[in-house]
């Protein structure tokens, strides 16, 4: 076990508050007791936490109804609160409960301004009225959060809560956001969780769709290495480390921090590396937890433990899930739950997928693909959701639309609609309310189904080759509301073709012709919702192969074939000199072969001269053409290289002869073997592997340095050259005019950490602390260089700080992510941890 930090902070304000010099004499003795319980509670929430992280202990219900400007909705559809608002509220307890709970609504009105005495509401809960007509209660003016408390019954439970919640509101105003924030995540996770499950037997492919939909709309971290799994296997590793799921989402943290002081992000974005949290075991939607230990240095009586209670709303209730058994024993539990923040509503901030995108009106179930607000997902507080669109006339017309997260968006009931009275193009707006405000959402571009006349693209009117697949495009203005494609040649026969619509007024077939003879292939074209497809007349041709270039360099073992029907070529001779099919495509509307060869003697190809290229066709036919061997490409020879680790202050030292540090400098020595000598127009051009980053040197602009004809010395300074995000390999090559040699491997590019010292604690078999900066450009850290004692560092790490195994003889050993393959050494100063 250990003491996190923020334990020590709140031991420090423990001890502050309870020194000698603030403590009258004649209470010296219980305020000391008073402190050393205490002292012990949060120590043992604190090492308790990791054990108790889970909220799966199903707590009391209670119903919840809230009533605004005479509508009254269940508390699963309301958002926010405002002033005025009157709060029913029914504490839902068996008949058979053997403890009294004293329930007691409060209303906050910011960190630094305590309640009066009339926001607390005592409710008996085993008060006859009280438990079958519940209370109701109204929102004051000026406040600003709610919370209930549910304590046993004792002497003094309610007046001793309210000095709790009076002497420091601060601390509830927190843990209203932290548990508001933690329970809307937690809806979110339950609705991912669920729709999993639900897809038990799904084929791998529609579980796989509908998982990735799924992560879109509830922003849910998702393990694409699920995917490589066996089908049987899939669901589980898909719902695995719940804990570790859910990801930030910026509309709920603004619904529950728009009124408190301080920053939710904050808290949730340390939660995962900070080690309170367990050094990366919970995700934000435990937040409360964590913000417990903040709680309890305004706790100035033993009588009470408080711990929180995550409130999941379904219709009227909401139905608490506790992370710590309560406790009937002095210290006592008191569970702790929050109700929506009283605020000015917080808006979904949904938007399209594809703003481009155009949505066929009358597909049944029309889904308009949509993110951007989880909530409005994993909620009710969207609700009475409306595609609003206008007919000819200027009719509005309300489509009723149903938020799916596992299609990824917002399923529309078309059933209603008339084409007829449509426009062919038209924009709908999906309405609804959020809790008791109206909103709108995004605007879809939409398509009404209508006789259409399909184009063919003018490349593709005799690209219906018989004898393999081929591709053509149509132009149509209802290509988005194609329901079927169907084929067939001049026999009556179908032919199965694959279409999809990649614009909002493109189509695009793929055709396979390979037992087909040349003739008229008719198209129909139905559209959703009509009776009568579109005919369109095509026509397939019989084709020879056509040879139109063939390009090759002096000194190359590849080439390349230009023309048509390029798949039926087997082989091609160029001065005894033969070549292979290495690769086929289809470029500008023609087909280009890489060719390659094995031949170890490729002397007869001299640049310049006139050759004929012989070409066989796999049915045994023979093409000739004439071509001219170009000049050879250039090639240099890597003779050596020398690297320069800079000024960094990071310790960490190299992991290998081809680590590039980022401040560091690099110079190496080239010959040139194509041309004789190193002309003053060649350049070398030294890149990134994606190229992304590159650099051109030359002998003008003093990147490159002759030594004598053939060689030359290139230096480069990676920082000032690719800027402070470039990293991993590099490679180089020789450039002359449009002539461009071959990429070569030379070094790689690392970004190291700036590292402080390691802090360790007196007990051995406790982990140490890492301080320093950049520590995310950091994969792994091991005591041993086999990486057997080994802590990996999360993505998107920002702290200053990291749990480390503890060194041997000073020694750390790292894997960086720009070179993780590579291990580097680091000897650090090892200090005692902080008191």
């Known amino acids: 076990m250990y003491f996190s930090y923020s334990c020590l902070h709140s031991l420090s304000v423990l001890l502050a508050l309870h020194s000698p010099l603030r403590t009258p004499y004649n209470k010296d003795m219980f305020s000391r007791v008073h402190f050393l319980q205490l002292v012990f509670v949060l120590i043992s929430g604190s090492f308790l936490r990791a054990d108790t992280v889970a909220f799966d202990l199903a707590g009391p219900r209670i119903e919840v109804r809230v009533t605004r400007a005479g509508k009254t909705l269940p508390i699963s559809k309301v958002p926010n609160l405002r002033a005025g608002d009157r709060l029913w509220i029914h504490p839902d307890m068996p008949d058979e409960q053997a403890v009294r709970f004293l329930m007691i609504p409060v209303f906050l009105r910011g960190s630094t301004n305590p309640p009066p005495d009339a926001w607390f509401t005592k409710t008996e809960t085993w008060n006859k009225r009280v438990r079958e007509e519940g209370i109701v209660i109204t929102v004051p003016q000026g406040a600003q959060q709610a919370l209930i408390f549910l304590a046993p019954e004792t002497g003094g439970d309610f007046s001793t809560l309210r000095a709790a919640v009076r002497g420091k509101p601060g601390a509830f105003v927190r843990a209203s956001q932290d548990l508001n924030q933690a329970s809307l995540d937690r809806t979110r996770l339950d609705k991912y969780l669920g729709a999993v499950r639900e897809m038990t037997n799904s084929d791998a492919t529609a579980l796989h769709d509908r998982s990735v939909l799924l992560a879109r709309s509830l922003n849910i971290k998702l393990d694409n290495d ?10 589980s590793c898909l719902t695995q480390n719940t804990d570790q799921l859910v990801l930030d989402d910026g509309h709920s943290q603004s619904m529950v921090s728009a009124l408190t002081s301080g920053s939710g992000p904050d808290l949730i974005g340390q939660l995962s590396t900070t080690r309170l949290a367990g050094g990366g075991v919970y995700s934000p939607y435990v937040g409360a937890v964590v913000d417990l230990a903040k709680m309890m240095e305004s706790f100035h009586t033993p009588e009470y433990r408080y711990i929180p209670a995550l409130a999941l709303p379904h219709l009227d209730e909401l139905n608490l899930k506790l992370n710590n058994p309560p406790s009937f024993r002095k210290p006592m539990s008191v569970m702790v739950l929050s109700l929506p923040a009283v605020e000015a509503a917080q808006l979904p901030p949904l938007r399209a997928v594809d703003a481009n995108q155009v949505n066929c009106l009358e597909k049944p179930a029309l889904l308009l693909a949509a993110d951007g607000a989880p909530v409005a997902f994993s909620t009710d507080y969207a609700h009475d959701l409306v595609l609003h669109v206008s007919d000819k006339s200027g009719r509005a017309i309300d489509l009723p639309a149903t938020a799916d997260a596992a299609r990824g968006g917002f399923v529309i009931e078309t059933r209603t609609v008339a084409p007829d009275k449509l426009e062919r193009e038209a924009t709908g707006t999906l309405r609804g309310t959020w ?10 571009h939409l398509q009404n189904a209508h006789p259409a006349i399909w184009t063919i693209a003018s490349a593709d009117e005799s690209a219906l080759i018989v004898g393999r697949e081929n591709t053509i495009r149509f132009k149509s203005d209802a290509a988005s509301c194609v329901d079927t494609i169907t084929l067939k040649n001049e026999q009556g026969q179908p032919i199965k073709a694959a279409w999809s619509s990649p614009a909002a007024n493109e189509l695009e077939l793929k055709v396979p012709l390979k037992e087909e003879s040349p003739g008229k292939i008719t198209m129909l074209a139905k559209q959703y919702g009509s009776s009568k497809a579109d005919e369109v007349e095509l026509h397939s041709y019989a084709e020879a192969a056509h040879l139109d270039k063939f390009a090759i360099n002096a000194g190359d073992v590849q080439a390349t074939l230009s023309g048509t029907r390029l798949d039926q070529v087997a082989a091609v001779e160029v001065s005894g000199v033969r070549f292979a099919p290495a690769g086929f495509a289809r470029v500008d509307s023609k087909d280009e072969l890489r060719l390659s060869t094995d031949a170890k003697d490729i002397s007869p190809l001299h640049a310049g001269d006139k050759v004929a290229v012989r070409t066989s066709l796999k049915d045994g036919r023979v093409l000739n053409l004439d071509t001219i061997i170009a000049p050879p490409r250039p090639k240099v ?39 004789d000598t190193f002309s003053r127009t060649e350049k070398v051009e030294v890149a990134t592997a994606d190229v992304s980053y590159g650099v051109s040197l030359s002998l003008d602009d003093g990147g490159l340095i002759a030594q004598d004809a053939r060689t030359v010395m290139a230096s480069i300074d990676p920082l000032k050259s690719f800027g402070p995000s470039a990293f991993g390999p590099l490679r180089f090559r020789a450039v002359d005019g449009a002539a461009k040699g071959d990429w070569q491997p030379l070094a790689t590019l690392v970004r190291f950490p700036a590292l402080k010292d390691v802090r360790c604690p007196e007990s051995p078999d406790q982990q140490c602390v890492l301080n320093g900066s950049n520590l995310f450009l950091i994969s792994s850290v091991a005591s041993d260089p086999e990486f057997k004692h080994s802590v990996p560092v999360p993505e998107g790490f920002v702290d200053s700080a990291l749990s480390v195994p503890r060194p041997e003889n000073s ?25």
């Open 637 to 675: 020879t890597l003779l050596n290289k020398s690297i320069q680790t800079g000024m960094s202050s990071s310790p960490i030292r190299p992991g290998g002869p081809d680590q590039l540090p980022q401040d560091g400098k690099l110079a190496f020595f080239l010959k040139t073997e194509v041309p």
């Open 226 to 235: 699920c995917f490589n799994k066996p089908r049987q296997q899939q669901e």
């Open 811 to 835: 020694l750390l050993y790292f894997k960086l992510r720009d070179d993780p393959s590579s291990v580097n050494p680091a000897a650090l100063p090892v200090l005692p941890e902080h008191k």
């Open 435 to 444: 809790g008791f405000d109206a909103f709108e959402g995004p605007v879809f």
